[in-house]
């Protein structure tokens, strides 16, 4: 398992890719599920108050542009494996 940026309860957040517009901030993320014992890629939105991330429990909805820069930002940032890099590469 890679460095921890944040643990909780129920994850360690491992890697994340993120893009941001005002307040409101998309994430993709490497994640270590501890119930389940394994890493699993997570997306997510974020609202950003007084210098502060609050997870809204709400889907991620993104422009094709908007989600190629979050795919960007994530790969350049070690969220995704050379394996899945590489099948992406593949089938791409």
């Known amino acids: 398992m890679d460095k921890a940026l944040k643990t909780t309860k129920y994850c ?48 991620l909805d993104l422009t094709e542009d908007e989600l190629f820069d979050l795919l960007k930002d994530g790969i350049d940032n070690g969220v995704f494996s050379e394996k899945f890099r590489g099948n992406l590469k593949k089938y791409l």
């Open 12 to 59: 360690t957040l491992l890697a994340q890719g993120i893009t941001q517009e005002g307040e409101d901030i998309s994430a993709v993320e490497k994640i270590f599920i501890k119930s389940l014992n394994r890493e699993e890629i997570r997306f997510a939105w974020y609202k950003e108050k007084s210098g502060t991330r609050y997870f809204q429990p709400r889907p």
